[in-house]
């Protein structure tokens, strides 16, 4: 039986552990079996990102097991921000990590977008090992537009599509180390639909933020701003369709982004997205899938982004639901099913 080893990402560097359980999900289903880095039994290796275990890295290397790795970007953003020395000191060496992988001991590498191999080759240049860009992608019967029976940490009326209001969601792991910007962002464009747009959309826009966020953070929100706004904390895997389906637009806030899985899994279950054209989201979000306009200056120095633009590509979605969230399901479908994506990778294991 082949057997392949798959290393979870190094502490600091990107990657998404449920990346990791639905991949080993899916080869188990085709009779492949998973295992632990080791050189002497596993036949190739797929990398999440980086590795600490270079020492195994380099046996199963010597011994001609075939490496492959899986790169998103890279930390940028500790580097325009204060976010403190220990994790400057973590986002440094998951850069280096990553690099060296990729120039020393990668076969193939697997890009989770064209952004993403465009970013890597322009600061380290092109590695002499072949490269393809395989989309991040969700089961499409979990992940879908129907509504489900679903219970969970949130009150059931979170779970419903809100008739009296609209509701712009935003889903992020951590809001934390550098990302509050995609937050201040979010909450000025809902002061701005609600201020200047309430006449034109008849009902006013809530946020609704899923994700880590400290404390201070929603303390200072709560004495700066009147908009609805309402926190749901980290939200388990099982839930998020029901959040998705529970809302009018999602926005993407992340600047940059290789791959971000919150918009295949809002496409997958018909939730419109809304972003800036910046990293990876012109490439996912294309059609009536959603909305994605020009930033308007330097995302890379951390700008101000044209808020009014991406409120009138809001009211746009907002009110046109029914074409919008069509499109967002049908492209999903086209292009971030699971099978898809298992033989992408698989091609690039040379199983």
């Not at 290393?7 to 359980?21: H, L, N």
């Not at 489900?148 to 809001?175: C, M, W």
């Amino acid at each position: 039986m082949t057997r392949i080893s798959i290393v979870p990402q190094v502490s600091g560097v990107g990657g998404m552990v449920s990346f990791r359980a639905k991949f080993a999900t899916g080869l188990q289903a085709r009779g492949i079996e998973t295992c632990d880095l080791q050189p002497a039994t596993c036949d190739s290796v797929l990398i999440i990102g980086g590795t600490r275990d270079l020492a195994n890295l380099w046996r199963a290397k010597r011994r001609g097991v075939r490496i492959v790795q899986r790169l998103n970007g890279m930390n940028w953003l500790h580097r325009h921000q204060r976010t403190g020395i220990k994790h400057f000191l973590r986002a440094e060496y998951g850069n280096r990590n990553l690099q060296l992988i990729r120039s020393r001991l990668a076969d193939h590498i697997v890009y989770q977008s064209e952004f993403s191999r465009q970013w890597w080759e322009r600061v380290y240049g092109p590695t002499p090992v072949p490269s393809s860009v395989v989309y991040n992608a969700v089961d499409l019967e979990m992940y879908s537009d129907k509504r489900q029976a679903t219970s969970g940490k949130l009150q059931a009326a979170s779970y419903k599509l809100p008739t009296n209001h609209y509701r712009l969601l935003l889903v992020e792991g951590s809001l934390m180390g550098g990302y509050e910007l995609g937050l201040e962002t979010a909450v000025k464009l809902v002061e701005l639909l609600n201020i200047e747009h309430r006449a034109r959309l008849g009902n006013p826009v809530e946020l609704l933020v899923a994700g880590r966020v400290s404390e201070a953070v929603k303390s200072r929100w709560a004495e700066k701003t009147d908009i609805p706004l309402e926190w749901a904390g980290l939200v388990p895997a099982e839930q998020i369709p029901a959040l998705d389906r529970a809302a009018h637009a999602l926005y993407s806030s992340d600047i940059n982004a290789a791959c971000p899985n919150s918009v295949i899994e809002a496409l997958a279950c018909g939730l419109p997205v809304l972003a800036f054209d910046t990293g990876a989201l012109p490439e996912l979000v294309t059609g009536d899938a959603g909305r994605v306009v020009p930033y308007g200056s330097d995302p890379w120095q951390l700008e101000s982004p044209d808020i009014p633009a991406l409120a009138q590509a809001a009211i746009e979605i907002l009110l046109d639901q029914p074409r919008f969230r069509a499109a967002a399901r049908a492209r999903a479908e086209s292009a971030f099913g699971l099978d898809q994506m298992l033989d992408d990778y698989l091609a690039a294991l040379e199983i």
